[in-house]
């Protein structure tokens, strides 16, 4: 089994309130658990208007299969048309049950 993260930080240029980030944020979670069928969360800077910090968790059965998926995660975040992508970083490691 292949257990693969991928964390993500987003700029909301046009957030003013917690509440616009709100909207954005579930938004493309739910899109992206819909799309991808990964579990997904907001992880980080819960308190900053503008900054999000997503994490995404995918399982599998060969590493590149999980890469693959969280890497099309990225690229699907990068030309998102409201959040705007700064980065991301992946891990993938095996562990046998």
Known sequence: MVIG????RLLVRESRTLKDKRQV?????????AAFNVSAAEVD???????VTLAFAAVGFETAA???ALQ????ALRV??????????????????
């Open 45 to 51: 800077t819960h308190d900053d208007v503008k900054l």
């Open 25 to 33: 944020v579930r938004s493309v979670l739910d899109r992206m658990r």
């Open 72 to 75: 099309k995660i990225a690229d």
């Open 5 to 8: 993260s991928l964390s993500v």
């Open 80 to 97: 998102h048309p409201v959040a705007e992508y700064l980065g991301s970083e992946v891990t993938v490691g095996s562990e046998v049950v």
């Open 66 to 68: 999980v890469q693959s």
